[in-house]
């Protein structure tokens, strides 16, 4: 809480369900906080900045590590939450440390001055980090890459944007991947396996491209997709005896 008035940091919005009935509090958009700087072969990046801008600058300096991230549609300071990752790489592989803020029981006006986090520190996971549970705000991170030819950067941020539109529904609105990816099996194909491919509540439906995602068909609500959310669970649960953990962030009043 900030003076006692219960706060949501915002990003881009990805990997996010913010129920029909709405949230209180203040909700602090990070959208201006976008700043993107570099230092030999680190690059710096504020909260707000968008994954896609940041691996843009580092391909055109010809810094490579970042490339799994180009596509994901996110923000920094969701991407370091998140501890975000796709094929094969993710953010706890080229982060090096962090700039945050920890709030106080006394409110805004008492925060602390900004602070440090090594990469150690972070506690990151699968999908997770300490940001998580601290209760601590994202500023800003530095990342350390590695030299390399510009073309040739854009050139696997390019096979790896095929890839993607290859695989999932990128033509229509969905909030990503909406579950973690249970230990030892693939979300998608136990998903499939219980015959749930394109099953539909509402105007939200588990997609014919990627049983992994659950698309907009233009009219969902939150309601339409929590209720499928919790019917694809209880599936694949009674199937094959595995409790599929939600990706997808739930906010707000239920």
């Known amino acids: 809480m900030i003076n006692r008035i219960n ?16 949230m209180e509090g203040l909700v602090i958009h990070t959208t201006r906080l976008n700043r993107i700087g570099h230092d030999e072969h680190c690059v710096s990046a504020q909260c707000g900045a968008s994954l896609k801008d940041l691996c843009d600058y580092a391909q055109k300096l010809g810094l490579a590590g970042l490339e799994f991230a180009s596509g994901i549609p996110g923000s920094v300071g969701g991407a370091v939450y998140m501890n975000a990752g796709a094929y094969g790489g993710e953010i706890k592989d080229v982060l090096r440390y962090s700039k ?11 925060f602390a001055s900004v602070k440090h986090l090594k990469a150690a520190a972070h506690l990151f996971g699968y999908r997770s980090s300490v940001f998580q549970t601290s209760g601590w705000i994202h500023l800003s991170s530095l990342f350390s890459l590695t030299p ?10 390019r096979e790896l944007e095929k890839q993607r539109w290859s695989k ?33 509540i509402g105007g939200a439906a588990i997609s014919n491209k990627h049983c992994g995602f659950i698309v907009n068909l233009g009219s969902a609500t939150a309601a339409d997709v929590l209720a499928l959310i919790e019917h694809v669970q209880k599936k694949v649960l009674e199937r094959f005896g595995v409790l599929l953990e939600p990706e997808l962030r739930l906010i707000g009043r239920q």
Do not use: W
């Not at 803020?101 to 008492?110: C, D, H, T, V």
């Open 148 to 157: 390399d030819d510009p073309e040739a950067i854009a050139e696997r941020m």
């Open 100 to 110: 945050y803020l920890e709030p106080s029981a006394q409110g805004l006006r008492s």
């Open 7 to 22: 706060y949501f940091v915002l990003g881009k919005g990805s990997n996010i369900l913010i129920s029909d009935k709405g």
């Open 168 to 200: 999932q529904p990128m033509d229509l609105p969905s909030g990503g991947s909406v579950f973690k990816r249970p230990q030892g099996h693939f979300t998608g194909r136990l998903v499939d396996d219980c015959g749930l491919r394109g099953f539909q």
